[in-house]
């Protein structure tokens, strides 16, 4: 138990302290690139030798981003151009902007305005992500980002080195799910937050050292006795779910994430990039296999049935949804998805969450009854 502690804790100290991460990988000579949710091709960076550097917002106060986006625009952007206009993210050599919702297609011209010094690299892929030719336009854009990386890094990127790096990041993606079940299994070892900090330190680290410690982690929890708590079994779902203060509250109601939908977590490790014989082609196709996201194009609303499948195959007693503030797809995917949850008898809580949150009483009365009415 002292080990997995210990590894824990490893893993906290990363996020933490990101920016540590970051001056590290400059201090070693390696350029690094900021990348923001969702679906960037983050293998291209890693296949140019660049360091991914994820950019999911923080927990602050804003003062400075209000003169760019209004306040109605959720907190994850918010806090992402304020840590830009700080100078808090000063090293790296650009970041990658994915334009896959309204108020992220005004990230970059916010960015170029406010920050100027780190170039923008923006990434488009298809609506239409399961056609042949949505596939191929994905490709096509995803071959340009690629260029761009090739004039920052100084280096050209052969289809060799971008395979092995697609084929080091199903490596983590395959340590990331043996983890969660891992963690599912031993709540009285791994708390909701050590959960997602174990999985949100590989946005800094690099993947490789990434997976190695979670390999060990795994290893560690799988040999210890069964758990003597069973606890309710929650799988939550949203964009983010990385509160400390909302994932104590789970913890103190008795709550085990049991499995998750949530971007930032296992929207990152569901599905693994095909091996294709043009590694780009593989990269493009894993954007029409992904389900579950709210800024995916899923008129059927698959994200719906998967939660379903998710939740019964977890034994769940319940979702939780943790709802971005102002994130309009998340506010789309309501309605019919609630429905979907109703239709299956999986009881469902949604609670508001932003990152500039200062009390979460509101949300610890929500969760305490929710889980009252769990246990019934
Ligand atoms: S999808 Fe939602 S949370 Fe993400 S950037 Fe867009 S509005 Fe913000």
Redesign the pocket.
């Given at each position: 138990m002292d080990k997995v502690k210990e590894m824990l804790s490893e893993l906290h100290s990363v996020c933490a302290d990101p920016r540590a991460q970051l001056d590290a990988a400059l201090a070693r000579g390696r350029k690094a690139v900021g990348v923001?949710?969702?679906f960037c091709p983050e293998e291209l960076v890693y296949a140019a030798g660049m360091l991914p550097f994820g950019l999911w917002g923080a927990e602050m106060q804003t003062s400075l981003s209000g003169r760019y986006y209004p306040a109605f625009?959720?907190s994850?952007?918010h806090t992402a151009l304020e840590m830009g206009l700080r100078g808090q993210l000063a090293g790296l050599s650009a970041i990658m902007v994915p334009l896959?919702?309204?108020?992220?297609k005004c990230f970059g011209p916010n960015w170029k305005y406010g920050v100027g010094t780190v170039p923008v690299i923006d990434v488009a892929w298809a609506q239409n992500r399961k056609t042949e030719a949505g596939e191929e336009f994905t490709r096509a854009r995803f071959r340009r980002v690629l260029g761009r990386l090739e004039e920052i890094s100084g280096k050209t990127v052969s289809d060799g080195e971008i395979a092995e790096a697609v084929a080091l990041y199903n490596e983590n993606r395959a340590a990331l799910r043996a983890f969660s079940a891992a963690a599912a299994a031993h709540p009285e070892a791994v708390s909701p937050l050590q959960r997602c900090e174990a999985m949100k330190a590989g946005y800094f680290m690099d993947r490789a050292a990434h997976t190695a410690k979670l390999r060990a982690l795994t290893e560690a929890l799988c040999s210890l006795p069964e758990s003597p708590r069973r606890g309710l079994r929650i799988v939550t779902t949203g964009?983010?779910a990385d509160s400390p203060a909302l994932l104590g509250i789970l913890e103190d109601a008795g709550c085990t994430v049991a499995d998750d939908q949530v971007?930032q977590e296992s929207g990152f490790f569901r599905t693994d990039t095909p091996v294709t014989a043009d590694p780009v082609v593989g990269l493009a196709r894993r954007l029409g296999l992904a389900e579950g996201c709210?800024?995916l194009f899923d008129p059927g609303k698959e994200r719906g049935r998967e939660l379903v499948k998710l939740a019964k195959a977890a034994g769940a007693d319940g979702v939780l949804w943790v709802m971005?503030k102002?994130?309009?797809?998340?506010e789309f995917d309501y309605v019919p998805v609630r429905r979907m949850l109703e239709e299956a008898g999986i009881p469902l809580l949604a609670v508001e969450y932003d990152q500039q949150t200062a009390s979460f009483e509101q949300a610890r009365s929500a969760i305490e009854a929710f889980a009252e009415m769990l246990r019934g």
């Open positions: 923001l949710p969702y625009t959720c994850l952007l896959c919702c309204d108020s992220l964009i983010l971007a709210s800024v971005a102002f994130c309009d797809p998340e």
